[in-house]
């Protein structure tokens, strides 16, 4: 297969792992906050050591490439690109909330029913969030919406909805289905990108390192519920 760098800082959690075949051979991770900047060179210098310990070298860099924090995604690409021109090999993007619902797939017993809706925090009520199956496939685009109470009604309807991720804390306050279902402490990380990575490795899915940028989705599409509309404006 590959030996493969991952970096993921798409959230307040920094992460770098290095894995081949299958098995993860070194795993870092920092929970205590945003210092991406500061840990993201020590992290992948350790890693680098490691891959030379074994007498190895890196085949291609996977990063996390959002949406998700700002800064973190700009630290996070701009590190695996630097690696990237440095070791002369490819790189691959890993969609950061294609990455949540895998690992909420590979470590949750889900019913065949039940629908995955990372979700990452933004600001307010507003988080970044997708539609995924049971088995991890996508269903929907990658949006960014200003949270109510009706907002997945109709997911919900139809059974189990899993809200994973940073932002499912401020979900819980909101939605009161009982198919509603939390994982906020589920986060995303880089030794978690392992399957993504190896499969995209396998296919030749790499980013042009030159002009690549995270998918910051900036912009916020924000939608009013039918049920607070004003009649007659």
Do not use: W
Not at 27 to 52: M, N, T, W
Not at 117 to 122: E, F, G, I, N, S
Not at 185 to 192: I, M, R, T
């Amino acid at each position: 297969m590959a030996l493969i760098l991952h970096i993921e800082t798409s959230t307040n959690v920094c992460s770098v792992a290095l894995s081949l075949d299958g098995n993860i051979l070194f795993s870092k991770i920092e929970r205590k906050g945003l210092s991406h900047a500061a840990l993201i060179g020590p992290f992948g210098d350790e890693a680098l050591k490691v891959a030379q310990q074994h007498g190895l070298k890196i085949d291609a860099v996977a990063v996390s490439s959002g949406p998700g924090s700002y800064t973190g995604l700009r630290i996070g690409v701009s590190a695996a690109k630097g690696i990237c021109y440095a070791l002369h090999v490819p790189m691959i993007a890993v969609p950061t909330l294609a990455l949540i619902a895998d690992m909420c797939v590979r470590t949750r017993n889900l019913p065949e029913k039940a629908r995955i809706r990372p979700v990452l925090d933004a600001r307010r009520m507003e988080v970044y969030t997708g539609l995924y199956g049971s088995d991890g496939s996508s269903l929907g685009p990658t949006e960014a919406l200003v949270v109510m109470e009706d907002s997945f009604d109709k997911e919900l309807s139809a059974g189990p909805v899993f809200f994973v991720g940073n932002g499912a804390k401020k979900l819980r306050t909101v939605l009161k289905s009982e198919n509603a279902i939390f994982e906020e402490d589920l986060q995303p990380l880089a030794e978690a990108m392992m399957p993504l990575a190896e499969k995209a490795f396998s296919e030749s899915l790499f980013v042009n390192v030159a002009y690549f940028e995270p998918f910051y989705l900036k912009e916020f599409v924000a939608t009013v519920s039918k049920k607070h509309i004003i009649p007659g404006h």
